[in-house]
């Protein structure tokens, strides 16, 4: 999650929080974005975590999808893996298929959001 309040790393998941949901930040420069503790890394969560939005680089993804791939493995957690508009990677696809975790990939949560329950948003 961004400090920058300009870019969707951080105005999505805040976004969400008004939504009711519960955002867990990682950021290995912050100690706490919108009032909630900062994490390095996933692993580091000790709440559950039902779905991780990534909002790295394509090429990043990979790498991100082998710390879901471990905390899957020993937490039993995460559910679903997003990826923000703009973000694809097939490889990373291809893993959360092998895991059974749905993957979402180029959509934007907060616009899906809007769409899916407009008289909410």
């Given at each position: 999650?961004?400090?920058?309040?300009e870019k969707p790393a951080h105005y999505v998941p805040l976004f969400l929080a008004t939504k009711g949901y519960d955002i867990i930040p990682i950021n290995p420069h912050a100690d706490e974005i919108i009032g909630r503790q900062c994490y390095a890394q996933l692993m580091e969560i000790r709440e559950g975590i039902?779905?991780?939005?990534?909002f790295r680089p394509s090429d990043q993804v990979?790498?991100?999808?082998?710390?879901?791939?471990?905390?899957?493995?020993?937490r039993r957690d995460i559910a679903v893996v997003w990826l923000q508009e703009g973000?694809?990677?097939?490889?990373?696809?291809?893993?959360?298929?092998?895991?059974?975790?749905?993957?979402?990939?180029?959509?934007?949560m907060q616009k899906e959001f809007k769409r899916v329950f407009a008289e909410r948003g």
């Open positions: 999650m961004s400090q920058n309040p039902d779905i991780v939005q990534v990979p790498d991100v999808m082998e710390d879901v791939a471990l905390r899957r493995n020993e973000i694809k990677n097939r490889k990373a696809q291809r893993r959360a298929e092998e895991l059974g975790i749905t993957f979402v990939q180029d959509r934007c």
